[in-house]
């Protein structure tokens, strides 16, 4: 009787429906790719050619309109509004707050890119063409660097901190669930707490689980070549999926162990493991090069910030749009949920223009300096030293950062920073996931701030399993694909998030502010 007591104690809180829901989808679509592994890549063609074909503007322009509004609201005199009562502190310090916002936000996607991207740009985009550039050149070497910044600049991160503001607000200024259908409270009033409320959680939940898939994919196989590139090991596609179960279970253990202990620490550890990492290219590498390209390549960015938000293929295919831009847009958006309840649930006491200022500038600050370190450097090698990068990315995109520390050309010390980077793929890789497998049990609990343990185990679990056999039937693409999809019809609660916002400020905070 004790032990059906303790478990039913466990369990308490958990929203019964939505978790049963959330459940029985997550077991169909596992059992699909079991029984159907040859599909897999078919399913992810069609949703790719019908994303190019009829929703490519559309995700342009709504990633365009969040970044807009969520600065617009911080600029507002609503900006001094607290997310909180007025009389509430923050509860981390800033260089925690910090540390935990750019860990969750960003994961193992930047190491992965960091030099990948900017060489596969130097080869081919549509803005050679329009600006009749030569690939492989050092003009085409300005447009790859721009192009990459842009991808993982603005406009991705007001995803994130739009979806946090309006939790943030909803939550701790209204009282309401730290949970998505919050935000439509202006317009379904107590509806939210009913099953239309459940279907809104419902699309966060699996736009969190396809979200970040894809990171761990990418990291599982970014981590698989570091330890091939270390220790010679033979990489089968069985073996990327054994490093996404063992990550995954190490994730879900941090997890269990709460915000402020397994989480929290990671989380700073990965920012004293980036200061290393960063510190060594930058003395190693083209060190003149890198400070001139972080000036540059920032003005660069902001001059031409406009025309590239609102830049829609002509084309019918879009293939490099679709395979680069809406990727990292849906990517972006699937995450919201994600990484914008994480941002929420550690920025209680702040105002909103200090949240929108620390969720905005210092993600995108560091991510620059990241990017344009080894974006330099890889363009350098390329230009400039050995070459050999273009090779590399066309034969391995997971390979390029090994290739880069090789033409480097640092002997002895090549082994030890590959090393590290190894280790701070993995640990980026548990804190994706860990924050991923925390938000989605907050959200099937309500917005309970300490959801049960066997669930936030289940999910934990559940997240490892879906990473692990996309990558291992359908590869990066069908990753690329899941979370693209997933993104659409999250992006139409943004819209709605957009207009409940604004009415609730308009409605509740004007007479405040005026007095």
Known sequence: MKTIQKFSNNLSGINILLTSLATL?????????????????????????????????????IVTIVAIFNIAVALTPFGKIKLGKDHEKPEFS??????MLFGAGVGTGILFYGVAEPISHLQNNPFLGIENVA??????????????????????????????????YFSYRKGLPLTIRSALHPFLGDKIYGFTGDIVDLVAVFSTLFGITVSLGLGASQMSSGLEYLFN??????????????????????????????????????????????????????????????????????ATLIPLSVWVDPTEEKSWQTAWTLFYWGWWISW???????MARISRGRTIREYVAGTL????????????????????????????????????????????????????????????????IASWFVTSSDSATLVICTILCLGKKRPPKPLRIFWGVVIGFVAGLLLLYGGLGALQIASTSIAIPFSIVLILMIFGLSKSLYQSEKSNLNN
């Open 25 to 61: 989808i997550v077991l169909v679509f596992l059992a699909f790719i079991l029984t159907n592994p040859s599909l897999v890549n078919d399913f992810a063609d069609f949703w790719k050619r019908l994303i190019a074909k009829y929703f490519a503007g559309y995700l342009i322009w």
């Open 94 to 99: 800033r260089f925690s707050w910090f540390s």
């Open 135 to 168: 690939p492989i050149t050092t003009e085409a070497g300005v447009i790859a660097q721009r192009i990459t910044l842009f991808h993982w600049g603005l406009h991705g991160w007001a995803c994130y901190s739009f979806v946090g503001l309006c939790l943030g």
């Open 233 to 302: 090991i033979e990489i089968t596609p069985m073996f990327k999926l054994g490093v996404v179960l063992v990550v995954s279970a190490i994730a879900t253990i941090s997890v269990v162990s709460g915000l402020n202990k397994g989480i929290k620490l990671l989380s700073e550890i990965n920012i004293w493991l980036c200061i290393i990492l960063l510190s060594f290219i930058i003395l190693a590498g083209p060190t003149l090069i890198i400070f001139s390209g972080l000036i540059t390549g920032t003005i660069d960015y902001f």
């Open 336 to 342: 919201g949920p994600f990484v914008g309840m994480f």
């Open 361 to 424: 500038l210092f993600p995108v600050l560091i991510g620059f300096v990241w990017l344009i370190v080894f974006g330099a450097t890889a363009l350098h090698l390329q230009l400039n030293g050995p070459g050999g990068l273009v090779e590399a990315v066309n034969k391995d995109i997971t390979q390029a950062i090994f290739t880069a520390y090789e033409l480097l050309d640092v002997k002895w010390a090549t082994w030890f920073i590959s090393l590290l980077t190894t280790v701070l």
